[in-house]
Structure formats: structure tokens, C-alpha cells
């Protein structure tokens, strides 16, 4: 199985920050890597796919960039409905299973 | 407008099973793959299988494997997940999600808690 690392496991930023949180592979998975928010009680959400893509609808202060082991996930400036926990997810094709990271729970100051 | 409607939650006892289902409208269902992901209360997401109704092929992680049949009925667009021999650690949110490209989830439902207690 491929193994998700994330960091940090939480952070607290204030309104406007830039807040980076990190996910690393246990083995290259190319670009095959995506973004989820999840606050609590709601199912998650896609926020990228492919490492870098913006899903339809979603702010442009979420991004993500990276590729092969090590992945970033970016808010530019961090608002108050960004509370929630961040996971990564891969899905190298045929490479199963489906893993994510541990989530990284983001909080406001 | 895709929609994802999940069974009602259940409280079942150890040993037990429990199936619980995931209807899909607004969109083709036959075109797209369906996973289950489970979430223990306060943890993470866990990935247990997956269903593709257009080619009735099914992945099951290895963890749920002799323990989990996932299902599709085409004729009401639902996908039915079934966890035998259920202990308390399956006490968890389970999820279904539908992928539009492989192991991409865009669109999830709104989740099916099961307890297991004696």
C-alpha cells in the first residue's frame, strides 16, 4: 500500500495568512495526487485534482503544486470558512488501494 | 445536478451485518465508478472498495476483503455496500462517492453512520 504523510496534523493561522500544508508519498505517484476539505459533519470536498487543478467552483486562493513524492497545498489568504481538516489523496492508477493522508486540521486565531 | 442519497444510520450488534445503500440522480450512473469510504468517529478516511456498474467490475481494498460486498442496480441507480462479521471498531461514517476519472471523488454522499454495540 502507498502511505500519505501529512504536516503539519494542525496549524492555526490568522485571517489573511498564507497558510502550506505538506503531503509526502511512501513511493512516486507522479501527479496522481488530490485535495479534499472536510468540515465537520460534511462529507469532504474536492478541492484539486491532478496535484494542481482547480475543481470547478472553487476559490482560486486554494492551490496545490508538486509531483512524484512531495505535494503542497496552499491558501493564499486564509478566511474564516477555510476551518476545516485538509486531506491528501492518491490514486496511482491500478495501484490499490485508495489512501489518504492523516488530515491536517486548520483553525483561525 | 448530482446528488448522492444514503440509507438512514444504523445500530447493529457485533457479529452482525449491516448493507447500506447510495442512490444516485441527476446524472448517468452507468458512466462513472462508485467507492465506499469509511471515517471512524474523530479519524480519518479509509478507502474500502469500489464498484463500476457499466462493467459490473468491482476492487475491494485487501484490509475488507471475505468482509465487504459492494452491489449496483442499475435499474434505480443505487450502489449498496454490505460489511459482514461487524465488530466495534467498524463503528464509523460510511461514505459513498462518485468518480467521474479513477480515484477522483467530485461528488460524495452525505454519509451513514453505523454503530456497533452489544
Known amino acids: 500500500d502507498i502511505q500519505m504523510t501529512q504536516s503539519p496534523s494542525s496549524l492555526s493561522a490568522s485571517v489573511g495568512d498564507r497558510v502550506t500544508i505538506t503531503c509526502q508519498a511512501s513511493q512516486d505517484i507522479s501527479n496522481f495526487l488530490n485535495w479534499y476539505q472536510q468540515k465537520p459533519g460534511k462529507p469532504p470536498k474536492l478541492l484539486i485534482y491532478d496535484a494542481s487543478t482547480l475543481e470547478t467552483g472553487v476559490p482560486s486562493r486554494f492551490s496545490g503544486s508538486g509531483s512524484g513524492t512531495d505535494f503542497t497545498f496552499t491558501i493564499s489568504s486564509l478566511q474564516p470558512e477555510d476551518i476545516a481538516t485538509y486531506y491528501c489523496?492518491?490514486?496511482?492508477?491500478?495501484?490499490?488501494?485508495?489512501?489518504f493522508g492523516p488530515g491536517t486540521k486548520v483553525d483561525v486565531k | 445536478q448530482v446528488h448522492l442519497v444514503q440509507s438512514g444510520p444504523e445500530v447493529k450488534k457485533p457479529g452482525s451485518s449491516v448493507k447500506v445503500s447510495c442512490r444516485a440522480s441527476?446524472?448517468?450512473?452507468?458512466?462513472?465508478?462508485f467507492s465506499w469510504v469509511r471515517q471512524v468517529p474523530g479519524q480519518g478516511l479509509e478507502w474500502m472498495g469500489r464498484?463500476?456498474?457499466?462493467?459490473?467490475?468491482?476492487d475491494n481494498a485487501q484490509k475488507f476483503q471475505g468482509r465487504v460486498t459492494i452491489t449496483a442496480d442499475k435499474s434505480t441507480s443505487t450502489v449498496y455496500m454490505e460489511l459482514n462479521s461487524l465488530r466495534s471498531e467498524d463503528t464509523a461514517v460510511y461514505y459513498c462517492?462518485?468518480?467521474?476519472?479513477?480515484?477522483?471523488?467530485?461528488?460524495w454522499g452525505q454519509g451513514t453512520l453505523v454503530i456497533v454495540s452489544p
Open positions: 489523496q492518491q490514486y496511482q492508477y491500478n495501484n490499490l488501494p485508495l489512501t
Open positions: 462517492a462518485r468518480s467521474r476519472a479513477p480515484g477522483l471523488f467530485d461528488h
Open positions: 441527476g446524472d448517468t450512473f452507468n458512466g462513472y465508478s
Open positions: 464498484i463500476t456498474p457499466i462493467f459490473r467490475k468491482v
